[in-house]
């Protein structure tokens, strides 16, 4: 018998699929209904603030998940489980603050979970060590370098004692210390002795600890890249992970060179492996790095191999494909083949059931009719593609503000984002609130951030209020990154 999901579960697919508020307020009704039946305090209860921690941290809403998992953690234990979850409430803690900033606070309160876990698990078992390496990784962007290394050597051998597959974690974490250090020691010592899944993982471990914006990052991740293909071999699905990442760092850092050369790799591996789909997708990354590093002719022949192989798949597949390609042929200034292929893209999407590729394909070339100056198509298409499209997926915001432009006769909206972000941003409040509380609602723009002007028809109840703020908070999570893209 399948196992029906739990709220947590859905609510990770619902931010799989970008719908920030939905996941939210699925889990805030969750813990709500919790709260109801078992009361504030229980073990129950401090789960679902967990979970809500947990998916409010994953919308980059820090503070709020903060205050989730130290309600969490106030909870008082009642038995062995109660106590263990405990623990996890104080790691999640002491990550949240991490990620928002706040390194005192997490290394306070990673060090007392590590004190804990010893206490209950004793220093032997790996549950223990569990609290051993975020501790360590946060040592080490302090500045600790030294006390990060005695950590982490101390949460391998615990792990590695173990038998425990998460000992690949461990070792990715210490081999990003020593390569910080400098010392020249060896990064992988005693990998000869672990099975292949174990070291699998240590890619992902290397990527996950590593400082992206650090220009040193790049050698570390050719040296995980070597080492693992070397185990395993150039076509497991853990050397192509490992060079996906490199070719990401690569995007970050600006080595375009090597970005192309780790794509290349990638896409020869899975068309060596008949992997068609993933040759296509890996295809389109190739051409987008090929145009970003200047060498435009290059990228269009890729696009033009990619559409070869998408044949084969089905219409989601070769509509963006299709999109993609004639979006370059439109930068690289060829107006009329990039017409034909933005509307294949569109015929191609049509044929599929996903709207999200009709609308992408839609505003593709209804923004390109426009800046042609062909208005009344541009409009016709505009609206077909946003009429299937989620409202706040980043391509609708920018086709309705294109849209906008349209209805009043101009060939460019593309300066009318940050009004169309601004109404965007005042819907998905007002969607979300009680009918008869509001009596204005104010969303503009000013210096790159929202300024929110409020007045109420009553004074609201406390509960009210709470819903309020957290309507906000989420609003400020779903679109401040599209307001980011922008600018």
């Keep these: 018998m399948t196992t029906p999901p739990t709220p947590i579960d859905v609510a990770f697919a619902l931010l799989r699929e970008g719908r920030m508020g939905d996941a939210e307020n699925l889990v805030t009704r969750e813990l709500s209904a919790v709260a109801d039946k078992h009361g504030e305090g229980s073990a129950p209860w401090a789960s679902a603030q967990s979970d809500l921690g947990t998916v409010l941290l994953n919308t980059g809403q820090h503070d709020r998940a903060i205050e989730c998992y130290r309600r969490a953690v106030s909870a008082a234990p009642r038995d062995h489980e109660s106590r263990k979850d405990q623990l996890t409430y104080r790691l999640n803690l002491g990550l949240a603050l991490r990620m928002a900033g706040r390194l005192d606070e997490a290394e306070a309160e990673l060090r007392q979970g590590a004190q804990d876990r010893l206490a209950f698990y004793g220093r032997e078992h790996a549950g223990y060590a569990f609290g051993l390496e975020p501790l360590a990784d946060l040592l080490l962007r302090r500045g600790n370098p030294g006390e990060a290394r005695q950590v982490v050597e101390e949460a391998v051998a615990n792990l590695w004692r173990n038998g425990h597959e998460r000992v690949a974690s461990a070792l990715a974490l210490r081999a990003v210390i020593v390569h910080a250090a400098g010392s020249g020691e060896p990064l992988f010592p005693g990998l000869s002795q672990l099975p292949d899944e174990v070291v699998a993982q240590i890619g992902g471990g290397v990527v996950q600890a590593l400082d992206d914006g650090d220009p040193a990052s790049m050698s570390l991740l050719t040296a995980t ?263």
């Excluded at 068609?276 to 987008?288: P, S």
């Design 225 to 487: 890249v070597a080492v693992i293909e070397e185990r395993l071999g150039p076509d497991h699905q853990a050397t192509l992970n490992a060079l996906s990442a490199q070719a990401n760092l690569g995007r970050g850092l600006g080595d375009h060179a090597g970005r192309v050369r780790a794509i290349e790799r990638v896409l020869g591996s899975y068309e060596r492996q008949g992997r068609q789909e993933a040759a296509v997708m890996a295809a389109l990354g190739l051409a987008m790095a090929q145009g970003e590093a200047g060498d435009a002719e290059a990228g269009l022949a890729t696009y033009a191999r990619a559409h070869a192989k998408a044949r084969a798949g089905g219409p989601e597949l070769r509509s963006q494909v299709l999109r993609n390609w004639g979006l370059a042929l439109k930068e690289a200034g060829q107006a009329v083949p990039a017409e034909q292929r933005l509307t294949e893209a569109l015929s191609e999407a049509r044929r599929g059931a996903d709207h999200d590729t009709v609308g992408r394909a839609g505003v593709a070339l209804g923004l390109f009719l426009q800046h042609e100056e062909r208005l009344p198509e541009a409009r016709v298409v505009l609206e077909e593609g946003l009429a299937v499209m989620d409202p706040v997926h980043p391509d609708a915001l920018v086709g309705r503000s294109h849209l906008t432009a349209v209805l009043d006769g101009r060939t460019c909206g593309c300066g009318d984002m940050e009004s169309t972000i601004a109404g965007a941003f005042r819907e998905f409040v007002l969607t979300r609130l009680p009918a008869g509380l509001l009596d204005r609602l104010d969303v503009t723009i000013v210096d790159g951030d929202f300024k929110i002007e409020v007045a109420l028809n009553r004074d609201p109840t406390e509960p009210e209020l709470e819903n309020l703020n957290a309507v906000f908070q989420t609003a400020q999570a779903e679109f401040r990154s599209r307001l980011t893209a922008t600018t």
